[in-house]
């Protein structure tokens, strides 16, 4: 019996791990057989993920690249075996990311970076995605707020700008698939995300 995909977005600060790692600890104490991944990183090395997430200068369409090969590993590597098993997989980013980021943030065609998406993932595509919707600038200062001793990386870095045309990216990929994509408010604090997302999750599930 084939597992459950359900995916993670939203903009820097929008608290996606920690929501993540509540989910996860929920459905493990309700027998649930859990496989919680990542992008991008875990379909090939830290080694990439440390080089993806670097301000490396790196050319837009060469990052989508690298972001399209690390998936098509991961789907392949982890997110595949991990179905085929039957788990419940919860993966913080996946192919709306490239979207969001690479096509809305840094302009990169839509339609080119949806035909590409297609290729990495082939039939491996999320049965939920639940898209964390938050103000960028608010989600900006709490990643300052918790990482003041370390520097940003390539994303946390990039402009206010950029981050609202990926919030818009996101909210437009919502509006396009309403059946997948379920929006949920990330103005409110933390602990009071994990109620709707279960609900959520709880129906896809069943």
């Not at 993920?49 to 690249?65: E, H, N, T």
Request: proline share 5%.
């Amino acid at each position: 019996m084939r597992g459950t995909f359900i995916t993670f977005e939203g903009v820097e600060g929008a608290g996606k791990s920690s929501l993540i790692a509540v989910l996860a600890a929920g459905l493990r104490a309700a027998g649930r057989d859990v496989c919680v991944t990542r992008e991008p990183g875990e379909g090939t090395s830290a080694a990439v993920r440390d080089l993806l997430l670097a301000d490396s200068g790196m050319r837009p369409l060469s990052w989508a690249f690298y972001m399209l090969l690390d998936r098509h590993e991961h789907v392949a590597r982890v997110i595949a075996p991990a179905l085929a098993r039957g788990q419940v997989v919860l993966c913080d980013r996946f192919a709306d990311s490239t979207l969001a980021y690479q096509g809305g943030g840094l302009g990169l065609p839509m339609a080119e970076l949806a035909r590409m998406n297609a290729l990495a993932i082939g039939e491996t595509r999320p049965d939920l995605t639940l898209l964390l919707d938050l103000d960028p600038e608010v989600g900006i200062a709490r990643v300052r707020a918790r990482a003041a001793d370390k520097p940003l990386d390539r994303f946390e870095a990039e402009t206010v700008a950029f981050h609202h045309r990926v919030r818009a990216a996101y909210l437009e990929l919502a509006r396009s698939e309403p059946a997948r994509i379920k929006v949920i408010d990330a103005s409110v604090p933390s602990e009071a995300l994990a109620g709707p997302a279960r609900g959520l999750v709880d129906a896809v599930l069943s």
